[in-house]
C-alpha cells in the first residue's frame, strides 16, 4: 500500500540534495513525497552560493496546509536555518504520532554554515526526543556530543543516545578506508553496523538526505528501525554506484536512483 512520507528541508537548485533529493528517494521506494522547503538555496555542485530562510509564517502555512489534508505516515527533517522555524516545525510535529528521522544539516560539503548555533542548541532539546531517529555525520556527531576528536566513535553514539533520549545513526563516510561503515545506536543499548565497500566516485553529493528520507520511508512501511536502516543503506549503495558515471555539474555531483 502507497503511503505518503513529509520531507522538511532546504531545497537546492542542483536537485542533487534536500527536498529534491527526498522526493526522487521517496518516489524510487513506490511512495509519495510532499514537501514543506525550510530554505531557498542558490547552489550547485560546487558549493552554496547563498541561503535564505523562509518566512516564519510561510512554514506555518505550508504545514498547516499539508497536514490539515493529508494523513502522512513518517516525517522526514532535513535542513533548519534558524530557531524560529525549528520552534514551528516542532510545534507540527507534536501534535502528530508518526515515525519522525532528522539529519541534523549543520554544515555543508562545501564548509557553509547551514544552521545557528542557536537552532542546534534549541533542536538538541526539543526535536530530538519527539524523533525516532537522527543521523549525523561524524563531523555532526562530534559537534552534537561536544567533542574534538573521532576517538572512540562507540563512546560518542552512546553518549548522544542517552543525552538526547533517541537513537543514533552516525554514518561513516568521513572516516578513512575502503569500508563504509555506519553504526545504528539504540535507546534499548543495542547497536547495529552496517559495512559495505566504499565506492571510487566524486558524485557524493545527497548522500545524507538519500539515507534519511530512505529510512523515514521504509519506516512507514511498517519495518523495523534496525531493518529500515539496512534498507535504506542498500539503497544509498545502489545510488551511488549508479550515479559514478554521472557527468552533472564541474564539482561533488548527483546520486541515481533510477
Known amino acids: 500500500m502507497m503511503k505518503t512520507i ?62 490539515d489534508d493529508i494523513a502522512v505516515s513518517a516525517i522526514k527533517i532535513g535542513m533548519i536555518p534558524d530557531v524560529t522555524l525549528a520552534r514551528v516545525i516542532v510545534s507540527a510535529i507534536r501534535r502528530l504520532a508518526v515515525p519522525v ?60 543516545v542517552s543525552a538526547f533520549r533517541t537513537s543514533f545513526l552516525l554514518k561513516g563516510g568521513h572516516a578513512e578506508g575502503d569500508v563504509m561503515r555506519d553504526v545504528l545506536y539504540c535507546t534499548g543499548g543495542e547497536t547495529h553496523e552496517y559495512c559495505s565497500p566504499r565506492i571510487a566516485t566524486t558524485n557524493l553529493h545527497g548522500t545524507g538526505c538519500t539515507m534519511s528520507s530512505a529510512v523515514a520511508t521504509l519506516l512507514a512501511e511498517g519495518r523495523p528501525l534496525p531493518e529500515a536502516v539496512r534498507g535504506a543503506k542498500a539503497v544509498m549503495d ?21
Open 101 to 160: 528521522v532528522c539529519d541534523p544539516v549543520m554544515i555543508s560539503t562545501s564548509g557553509t554554515q547551514l544552521m545557528t548555533d542557536e537552532c542546534i542548541g534549541y533542536i538538541t532539546k526539543e526535536l530530538f526526543p519527539l524523533c525516532t531517529l537522527v543521523t549525523p555525520n561524524i563531523p555532526e556527531a562530534l559537534r552534537l556530543a561536544g567533542v574534538q576528536s573521532a576517538g572512540d566513535m562507540n563512546t560518542v553514539g552512546r553518549q548522544l
Open 6 to 67: 513529509l520531507t522538511i528541508a532546504g531545497s537546492d537548485t542542483s536537485a542533487g540534495a534536500g527536498i529534491q533529493q527526498d522526493l526522487k528517494t521517496i518516489t524510487s521506494l513506490g511512495h509519495y513525497a510532499v514537501t514543506v522547503p525550510t530554505a531557498l538555496t542558490a547552489q550547485n555542485t560546487v558549493g552554496v552560493q547563498r541561503v535564505m530562510a523562509v518566512p516564519e509564517d510561510m512554514l506555518r502555512a505550508q504545514l498547516d496546509s499539508v497536514l
Open 238 to 258: 545502489s545510488a551511488i554506484a549508479k550515479g559514478r558515471s554521472l557527468r552533472i555539474g564541474k564539482g561533488n555531483g548527483p546520486l541515481w536512483l533510477f
